[in-house]
Nanobody, 121 residues
Framework: QVQLVESGGGLVQAGGSLRLSCAASGSTFSNYNVGWFRQAPGKEREFVASISWNGRSTYYADSVKGRFTISRVNAKNTVHLQMNSLKPEDTAVYYC??????????????WGQGTQVTVSS
């Protein structure tokens, strides 16, 4: 069993930056690939980025490529999502999920409660 807790969301102006964190409990987390997803009001949950268990492989949605960076510190059971050049369309609740690198939410067993990101124009 893994518990995930996201933090770092907030309100930011367009062009600004935020760094999200996903803290996990459980000794097996360092063996898990991890994904970030987001869900805007009235829309389906969509893939944002994922990272392999050792951090050597990363994958991004086209909409965030070049602006967002996913990373992890296994010694601290934490995965980060650095978000730069934020746009109003990035506004959503952001979730981390494990285990997996898939772009499909149904492929993940564990989810955090989410953290709100709001980008004002």
């Amino acid at each position: 069993q893994v518990q995930l807790v996201e933090s770092g969301g907030g309100l930011v102006q367009a062009g600004g930056s935020l760094r999200l964190s996903c803290a996990a409990s459980g000794s097996t987390f360092s063996n898990y690939n991890v994904g970030w997803f987001r869900q805007a009001p009235g829309k389906e949950r969509e893939f944002v980025a994922s990272i392999s268990w050792n951090g050597r492989s990363t994958y991004y949605a086209d909409s965030v490529k070049g602006r967002f960076t996913i990373s992890r510190v296994n010694a601290k059971n934490t995965v980060h999502l650095q978000m730069n050049s934020l746009k109003p369309e990035d506004t959503a609740v952001y979730y981390c999920a494990a285990p997996g690198m898939s772009t499909e939410p149904r492929d993940y067993a564990y989810w955090g409660q989410g953290t709100q990101v709001t980008v004002s124009s």
